[in-house]
């Protein structure tokens, strides 16, 4: 059972930039397309980011194009997600796992809170 650890949150003001780890156990996380979801209080959890198994194909939302960065280094079983010109309307619960739409998603982690905040 892969496992999910997420890190690298906090408190930051607007404009500033924080970079996102997630370390999975196991062997299945290189063949796996990864995605960095977020959620907010009252939200529901959504996908911002995304990348394919070789790290070659990338996905962002709108609300964070230009901004957030995702890369994964498949010997390190970790995925990041570089954040700048972060905005309070960043602030949520970050977290990691691949992309289930076909299949179920790994247990979620903990999960690393970012706030965006002056």
């Known amino acids: 059972q892969v496992q999910l650890v997420e890190s690298g949150g906090g408190l930051v003001q607007p404009g500033g930039s924080l970079r996102l780890s997630c370390k999975a156990s196991g062997s299945a996380f290189s063949i796996n397309p990864m995605g960095w979801y977020r959620q907010a209080p009252g939200k529901e959890r959504e996908l911002v980011a995304s990348i394919f198994s070789g790290g070659s194909i990338t996905k962002s939302a709108d609300s964070v194009k230009g901004r957030f960065t995702i890369s994964r280094d498949n010997a390190k079983n970790t995925v990041y997600l570089q954040m700048t010109s972060l905005k309070p309307e960043d602030t949520a619960v970050y977290y990691c796992?691949?992309?289930?739409?076909?299949?179920?998603?790994?247990?979620w982690g903990q999960g690393t809170q970012v706030t965006v905040s002056s």
């Open positions: 796992n691949r992309l289930h739409s076909t299949v179920p998603p790994w247990p």
